[in-house]
């Protein structure tokens, strides 16, 4: 059983700083702090650390950020034969200001933007294999669009986490397994539907992130569930909701049932905030299933 991560591969920049600036002020920050990220990439080592065989595809660089990345990657045990590196291209990068207990992030796409049905096409056998096939909106539509519809032709399950939110097609939400929006990106997708409705339509398929109080889901025969969050002191959220998806797929990928498969990866995101930087704060399988077994034990 393996998983396949097909999207972007950053270098994230992050300042601390107490506060943010004002249009035309300058401030004082803390901190710098330079650390491998992309939401493709930050998916594939959640996943990875969780105990999956995971193989990331995505673009990268010639540069040294492409070389923070992959070296990354491979630390955490994630496969990089399908990492293409662009020549003359610089690397992605996300540029974020961590202030006042929240994060705010601007994205360079660079070789991110050259992720294509070729890229594709060459990780093919692999990704036709895969128990699932994790995707998010860092690449071209483009190549998410043949994706979505080459994986349903195969009989592929694909998990899609609708972010940075985009407009997506109906088509690609009928054919996903799994479409993991968080609030705010739910309501973009369905607009004028309530909360009710946008999980109702949509049962064991929509799974919705709802910031501090959990995640909830329509499940057949029971309607909404809303599986609490863990409540613990918050750090760094940079890639809390990709730890949720990389978790979400490993534990489905083991046939976790829904309710579990969502309280394994409320717990991989929960500590995954409670360190700096989206990749550093991912855990490892243990540290999950420790903290799954002392909640057991308050219960």
Same mark, same amino acid.
């Given at each position: 059983m393996h998983i396949a991560v097909i999207g972007s591969c950053n270098v994230d920049i992050t300042v601390e700083a107490q506060r943010r600036p004002h249009a035309g002020e300058t *401030?004082?920050?803390?901190?710098? !702090? @330079?650390s491998p990220g992309g939401k493709g990439a930050n998916q594939a080592v959640a996943a990875a650390r969780l105990g999956a065989e995971v193989y990331m595809v995505g673009c990268?660089?010639?540069?040294?950020?492409g070389r923070i990345i992959t070296d990354s990657l491979?630390?955490?045990? *994630?496969?990089?034969?399908? *990492?293409?590196?662009?020549?003359g291209t610089t690397t992605g990068t996300a540029h974020i200001t961590l202030a006042e207990g929240d994060n705010s992030i601007i994205v360079i796409k660079g070789a991110n933007a050259e992720v294509g049905p070729e890229e594709v096409d060459r990780a093919?056998?692999?990704?036709?294999?895969? &128990? !699932? @096939?994790?995707?998010?909106?860092? !690449?071209p539509m483009e190549t998410i669009d043949y994706v979505v519809k080459k994986c349903a032709e195969a009989g592929v399950k694909v998990?899609?986490?609708?972010a940075p939110f985009a407009d997506t097609p109906e088509e690609w939400m009928e054919k996903a397994s799994y479409i993991t929006p968080n609030e705010h990106e739910a309501k973009l997708m369905f607009p004028g539907m309530s909360r009710s409705e946008i999980l109702s339509a949509h049962p064991d398929k929509l799974i919705m992130t709802i910031g501090g109080d959990g995640v909830a889901f329509a499940h057949e025969g029971e309607g909404e569930v809303v599986v609490p969050g863990f409540k613990v002191p918050v750090k760094d959220t940079t890639g809390a909701g990709d730890t949720f998806n990389g978790a979400f797929a490993?534990?489905?990928?083991?046939?976790? #049932?829904?309710?579990?498969? *969502?309280?394994?990866?409320?717990?991989?995101?929960?500590?995954?905030v409670q360190k700096i930087g989206?990749?550093?704060?991912? #855990?490892?399988?243990? &540290? @999950? &299933?420790e903290m799954l077994s002392c909640k057991k034990q308050e219960f």
């Open positions: *401030v004082m920050g803390d901190r710098l !702090i @330079v990268i660089g010639d540069d040294d950020y491979k630390e955490s045990h *994630v496969h990089t034969d399908y *990492v293409f590196t662009r020549k093919w056998d692999m990704i036709s294999t895969a &128990e !699932i @096939v994790l995707l998010q909106y860092e !690449i998990l899609l986490n609708p490993v534990a489905r990928a083991e046939k976790q #049932p829904m309710k579990d498969a *969502v309280r394994f990866a409320n717990a991989a995101a929960a500590l995954s989206a990749q550093g704060g991912m #855990p490892w399988r243990s &540290e @999950v &299933e």
